[in-house]
């Protein structure tokens, strides 16, 4: 294993404490709940919105806290989620007059972790809504959680709620826009390789050479079936197939696309995918108005790349055009 890495046990927390000093002021890292959040969080005049998943998937979710976007996340180590008291701690922090609103992402551990948390800061009288975001079609279930997994279509639904609750507006008409959002958003991703945890030091799974896995999982998870390497355009071909149909998208409709890469992969690749996904959704007749290329939602080194679409509407282009800061800049 080639990283940059001390102690692993030290990855996240290590990570954490520069994402603090790269934004003064902004941001504030608290150690004992592994909590990144807003230095001017809670506020009393917005709901407050929390998300925490497993570390490994930078820059999400802990690089997506600002205004406009999470006011706080609580990521578990790599891979894995939130402990419960975590979760319940940083919803006591970022308690507010108008509310918390949580975002799942929909993996077992990671329900489970914010059902708990819920429930301890529900018992002190906190109001707490919830959104679960399941946006990969690549599997209807797994072990590794119940339903569809909530992958990187994730961020519209941040950036939506995320812009409306600077708007004022209240926890139940957040948790119905980030549900909305979630229903016309769709995923599916691929690898070319494994990826290695750094407490690991050798790769999760093994890809021959001659190898690719459709379908992969973030975290690794098998997909729908393993089978010889394709060209860069048979691989988007089968991938905006399978998101194209699933919702499905129609003639004429307006959408978001989304080329993410999931961490090893040179954004000149991405930029290919994204050109051939472009003409693949044009001549369906899908007009693509809003386009995204880069890492978002990331498996550690992880070779390969997801398409996501989501349906727009007038609301939704709104609030996509919203001002967010972040963490990850571009200049």
């Known amino acids: 294993m080639k990283k940059f890495v001390n102690d692993p046990q030290q990855f996240v927390p290590e990570m954490l404490v520069g994402i603090e000093l790269a934004n003064p002021g902004k941001l504030k890292y608290v150690p004992e709940y592994n909590l990144i959040m ?76 914010f059902d708990m948390g819920r429930e301890l800061a529900e018992a002190e009288d906190i109001t707490i809504g919830t959104i679960v975001v399941d946006d990969d079609v690549a599997v209807k279930d797994s072990t590794y959680t119940v339903g569809r997994r909530g992958v990187a279509g994730n961020f519209f639904v941040i950036k939506a709620v995320g812009a409306a609750s600077e708007e004022g507006a209240d926890l139940q008409s957040l948790v119905d826009l980030g549900n909305r959002v979630n229903s016309v958003t769709r995923t599916m991703g691929m690898a070319l390789t494994s990826c290695t945890p750094p ?75 994204f050109g051939r996904a472009h003409k693949q959704l044009a001549d369906r007749g899908i007009n693509i108005t809003r386009s995204y290329v880069g890492e978002y939602c990331t498996s550690l080194d992880m070779a390969g790349a997801s398409v996501t679409l989501v349906k727009l509407d007038d609301e939704l282009n709104r609030l996509f055009d919203a001002p967010a800061e972040v963490a990850v800049r571009i200049f």
Do not use: W
């Open 38 to 113: 807003r230095a001017d969080a809670p506020r009393d005049d917005k709901v407050s919105i929390v998300q925490g998943s497993g570390s490994g998937h930078e820059p999400a979710h802990v690089m997506a806290v600002g205004r406009g976007m999470l006011d706080a996340a609580c990521p578990g180590d790599v891979f894995a989620a939130p402990p419960s008291d975590y979760v319940y701690e940083t919803t006591k922090l970022m308690n507010s007059p108008k509310g918390v609103l949580h975002i799942i992402n929909n993996y077992t551990g990671d329900k489970m972790a």
């Open 199 to 273: 407490a690991k030091g050798s790769p999760l799974f093994e890809l021959g050479d001659d190898e690719m896995e459709m379908g992969v999982g973030i975290h690794g998870e098998p997909g729908r079936r393993r089978e010889k390497l394709a060209s860069a355009n048979e691989i988007v071909d089968e991938l905006v197939d399978a998101v194209a149909s699933d919702l499905p998208y129609s003639s004429g409709d307006d959408v978001a696309l989304m080329i993410n890469g999931l961490g090893g992969t040179p954004i000149s690749e991405l930029y290919i995918l």
